[in-house]
């Protein structure tokens, strides 16, 4: 029986206006009162994500969140946090380099800010437009003391330059650091070993909770390791291809309410 269900964000319960659909709504509510924890795991910060969990009722006293790819675990009513993985400042530093060799515009990512580097001339960071809400702060490295840490680091570009600059990615920065393309216009690393699985498994450890009895459900890269943690990974049918061949369903679109479709035949028709 399926006592925990984890739910990216974009493009799998938000539709492409980044909406929820009342479906989604009702089907979130329904597996809420049958006593199934619902968990929204996604790459943003508890700050983006706010007015969702009020509008699904899960900034309640037992609810919990998993966001910046599992790299930290919060209470969602408070924001107090029950696990986090950071990265020093020597390693900010170290993707920092990266990103001018590479020609991308680099962003810094702690509990309170989101800090955009000097960036090379004429690629400004997509990400202040992207996520406009978000606290955006314009920092160097030298404003940061020695035992700042950080949550994780992006690149947010115009895909096709961001492809072709992460093709050049030496390996051992992928050897040395959790790395995911979360959006066409996004690449995201973390602490080594970080993923949306690493945070599940903190919260099935603390709710009593085997990995059997989770469904997680998403379309892009960083949710493929969730995918093949939980005991049903469901991929949406917009999803990418990884993606779908290590899902064990795939269900409708993000604009078809494939949120609802999925627990309405795996879980609801179980019970």
């Known amino acids: 029986m399926i006592k925990l269900v984890a739910i990216d964000l974009d493009g799998t319960l938000l539709n492409n206006d980044r909406k ?26 508890l700050l983006s994500v706010v007015d969702i969990l009020e ?5 309640e006293l037992d609810d919990y969140v998993i966001t910046y790819n599992g790299g930290l675990v919060q209470l969602s009513e408070t924001g107090k946090v029950v696990s986090q993985q950071t990265l020093t400042k020597k390693e900010a530093a ?5 990103s001018q060799e590479l020609n ?27 996520e406009p809400a978000l606290p955006f702060v314009s920092a160097t490295l030298d404003d940061f003391s020695d035992d700042h840490t950080f949550n994780k680091i992006i690149y947010c570009y115009e895909t ?19 790395c995911v393309k979360s959006r066409p216009i996004l690449f995201e690393m973390m602490k080594k070993g970080v993923s949306k699985a690493t945070g599940i498994a903190v ?3 603390l709710l009593s909770i085997d990995p059997e009895e989770v469904m997680a459900l998403g379309d892009e890269e960083n949710d493929l390791s969730m995918i093949e943690f939980a005991g049903m990974g469901v991929a949406m049918e917009n999803a990418t291809i990884p993606v779908k061949e290590k899902a064990q369903y ?18 609801f028709q179980q019970v």
């Open 55 to 59: 509008e699904l009722n899960l900034r």
């Open 94 to 98: 170290d993707l920092y380099a990266l």
């Open 104 to 130: 991308v515009p680099c962003s810094l990512i702690d509990l309170e800010n989101i800090y955009e580097l000097p960036h090379p001339e004429g690629r400004e960071s997509w990400y202040p437009k992207t």
């Open 20 to 45: 929820i659909s009342t479906e989604n709504k009702e089907a979130i509510k329904k597996a809420k009162d049958l006593g199934i924890k619902i968990v929204v795991c996604t790459g943003r910060p």
């Open 160 to 178: 096709s330059t961001l492809n072709e600059a992460l093709a050049n990615i030496p390996e051992a920065y992928l050897e040395r650091y959790s």
């Open 203 to 205: 919260l099935c450890e």
């Open 250 to 267: 795939i269900t409708k679109t993000n604009e078809a309410h494939g949120v609802a479709h999925a627990m309405e035949t795996l879980i």
